[in-house]
């Protein structure tokens, strides 16, 4: 079955990066992703990958992809109190554009000043 | 980047009543639109998958008749959660996805309503 596990909570000081890891377990991903959600808000897209790729660089954001081990990671640069947020890694699997997704837990991100 | 909404963005309602929430795209067609719910610190659970024209498609141990969807529009599907109880107090978000674009813009999500059922 489809199952995306994630870390509940991470806690850094600002200007440290963050790390946040994310596995799953359906290997025909096509595209896996990471959203923010600030509080009671909806969810902000950061950023893709495809699933052929194993690295994908966004400015501040480093997206890490081991197809083998199903492992996915999120690398926040300079991490700012304003980064503070849960994060949700998802998967298509395999569905392709079509839009469904399966979500992880979300990893709560706690940024010191 | 697109917008979807979601109307009202909270809502207080007594057991035994139906609350309709909207979800518009506000500047792109979409047809096909997600609903979600969203319990505290948990992951977003798939309720629906809204198709504009034709039924929708529930997830596994959905309610239909209890989770009511209509994609009258390709801007607008309404959830009506029908004879709400509290255990039906959550988080509802809704997501649009273009029929065109790249994996970018697979979806974007409405800003939830928070529905507290008394």
């Known amino acids: 079955g489809e199952d995306v596990e994630q870390s509940l909570f991470l806690s850094v000081r600002e200007g440290d990066s963050s790390v946040i890891n994310c596995t799953y377990t359906d290997s025909s991903s096509t595209y896996l992703y990471w959203y923010k959600q600030e509080p009671g808000a909806g969810l902000q897209l950061l950023t893709y990958i495809f699933s052929n790729m194993d690295m994908k660089q966004d400015q501040r954001l480093t997206v890490l992809l081991n197809k083998k081990d199903k492992h996915l990671s999120l690398r926040i640069a300079d991490t700012q109190t304003g980064d503070s947020a849960i994060y949700f890694c998802a998967e298509d699997h395999g569905s392709g554009n079509t839009g469904k997704l399966i979500f992880g837990q979300g990893t709560t991100l706690q940024v010191k000043p | 980047g697109a917008v979807v909404s979601q109307h009202p963005s909270r809502v207080i309602c007594k057991s035994g009543t139906s609350v309709k929430i909207e979800c518009r795209s506000l500047d792109f067609q979409a047809t096909t639109m997600f609903w979600y719910r969203q319990f505290p610190k948990k992951s977003l659970m798939l309720m629906a998958t809204s198709n504009e024209g034709s039924k929708a498609t529930y997830e596994q141990g959905v309610e239909k008749d209890k989770f009511l969807i209509n994609h009258a529009s390709l801007t607008l599907s309404t959830l009506t959660v029908t004879s709400a109880h509290p255990e039906d107090s959550s988080f509802y978000i809704c997501?649009?996805?273009?029929?065109?674009?790249?994996?970018?813009?697979?979806?974007?999500f409405g800003p939830g309503t928070r529905l507290t059922v008394l």
């Open positions: 997501s649009a996805h273009p029929p065109s674009g790249g994996p970018g813009d697979t979806q974007y």
